[in-house]
């Protein structure tokens, strides 16, 4: 799935749980990220399941910071909805890595992987995600 479409599911998804989901206008993500990533490290090792999936995405063009928490009871129903089989249409990029997910991410590796941080990626272009369970 296209990082737009992540979003937009989780969006969606969001407002029918009543999850936590917000966007603002920011000039500068880093403090943001800063606290979203002392969030991670309290969690990170401590022991028991997640309860929390939360994402963190910064889009410098547009100046918008999205922030999703969804509840982990939810991931499970959603990833259980996806067509997994899906086949990518094109061989740009984002197709390859979507390609590229679904082969070699399931929703138990993720449980697996523990509380804590899971992910953080900024693009050279300064778009930033950061993923974290609690």
């Given at each position: 799935?296209?990082?737009?479409?992540?979003?937009?599911?989780?969006?969606?998804a969001a407002?029918q749980?009543?999850?936590?989901?917000?966007?603002?206008q920011v000039?500068?993500?880093?403090?943001?990220?800063?606290?979203?990533?002392?969030?991670a490290?309290r969690?990170?090792?401590?022991?028991?399941?997640a309860h929390?999936?939360n994402?963190?995405v910064?889009?410098?063009?547009?100046g918008?910071l999205?922030?999703v928490?969804l509840?982990?009871?939810?991931v499970?129903?959603v990833?259980?909805r996806?067509?997994?089989?899906?086949?990518a249409?094109?061989?740009g990029?984002?197709d390859r890595?979507e390609?590229?997910v679904?082969?070699?991410?399931r929703?138990?590796?993720?449980?697996?992987?523990?509380?804590g941080?899971?992910?953080e990626v900024?693009?050279?272009?300064?778009?930033?995600?950061?993923?974290?369970?609690?």
């Amino acid at each position: 799935m296209r990082r737009a479409s992540i979003v937009a599911v989780a969006v969606a998804a969001a407002s029918q749980a009543a999850c936590l989901v917000q966007v603002t206008q920011v000039k500068d993500a880093a403090p943001v990220f800063a606290q979203a990533r002392r969030d991670a490290d309290r969690y990170q090792g401590r022991p028991g399941p997640a309860h929390e999936l939360n994402v963190l995405v910064f889009d410098p063009d547009e100046g918008e910071l999205v922030r999703v928490s969804l509840p982990m009871w939810l991931v499970r129903k959603v990833y259980a909805r996806t067509n997994w089989e899906k086949e990518a249409t094109g061989d740009g990029a984002e197709d390859r890595v979507e390609r590229h997910v679904r082969q070699h991410l399931r929703l138990e590796d993720i449980e697996k992987a523990g509380l804590g941080l899971l992910a953080e990626v900024e693009d050279e272009d300064g778009e930033q995600v950061l993923i974290w369970l609690k």
